[in-house]
């Protein structure tokens, strides 16, 4: 076992983890994250048995399924994968999960809706920060920030020129949006003072209340696809929507459309992205999320001008991960108590 391992396991041991479970009367959580706020930890604390994993990278798998045994309560990040597996090494006593994201893909909510076991999350107050974000990537892959920003340090800006380093406007443009969940919202919201000619959304069911605030008119997928100059992925990832971008649809695309994911890497066929920014099928993408995260450094989108990668920091203000700490902390502790949680996902 390499030297980090044995040295985890011995701190654990120290901090009286699940080993000394039965002589305590708190509960017990595992922590996958030791560099969630502190405050979160610290209320955790005050009711339970804490031990975390003790890097700033994600928990090897076999480490978490050897110590999330016995516990009472996991406390998770997307990095984790929380699966049949994990559930069968906590054992039967694990009463709930809280994740500390809105999105659960990463955790298998059928298996623990069978068991039994409650699951956590924190929609809501990072709505903001993340439609902050993609505006921000939108901007910055639409006037092609990073691309100019590199001519400067290279050599490559010899002078004011005319039609150089345009990028499309929002002005006067279609927006389409897939999803118009809260986050989807408050993206319109933000993109409305930039003077859309349309925004348009594409949800399984239409939302006229929350759409009527941004003008925005509900069309199907392939409306959407074919005739937005800007393409805003905000859904969730689900069998549904896995890949739903994939060749057939980029290749229905506007040649100028600008391609924008804040949501999760699965709902895209990165190769098909890539061959269609390769043809100029489209025009640009942002990315926030990528599969795999991180994106190996010899990846071919990596070579791409008109592509802006960031490492998924949709969420990454500080005041929104301090509190989305707290939350999933509150979510375990409600849990552990049979109390309604702030956030739990309806299974
Ligand atoms: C981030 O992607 C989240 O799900 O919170």
Redo the contacts with the bound molecule.
Sequence with gaps: MPPRLVLAQVRNFLQLGHRTRRMSSKPSVYVTRPDVDDSGLELLRKSCQVSTWHETFPVPRSELIREVAGKDALYCA?TDKVDKEVLDAAGPQLKCVAT????YDHIDVEECRKRGIRVGF?PDV?TDA?AELTLALLLATNRRLFEANRQVYNGGWKSWAPMWMCGQGLKGSRVGLLGFGRIGQEIAARIVPFKPAEITYTTRTARPEEAAAVNARHVDFDEMIRNSDFIVVCCALTPQTKEIFNASAFQKMKSNCIFINTA?GGVVDQKALHDALTTKQIQAAGLD?TTPEPLPLDDPLLKLDNVVILP?I??ADIETRKEMSRITARNIIAGLADKKMEAEVSL
């Design positions: 997307l500390i994201s809105v999105g924190t990072l993340t999760r999320v998924h949709g969420s």
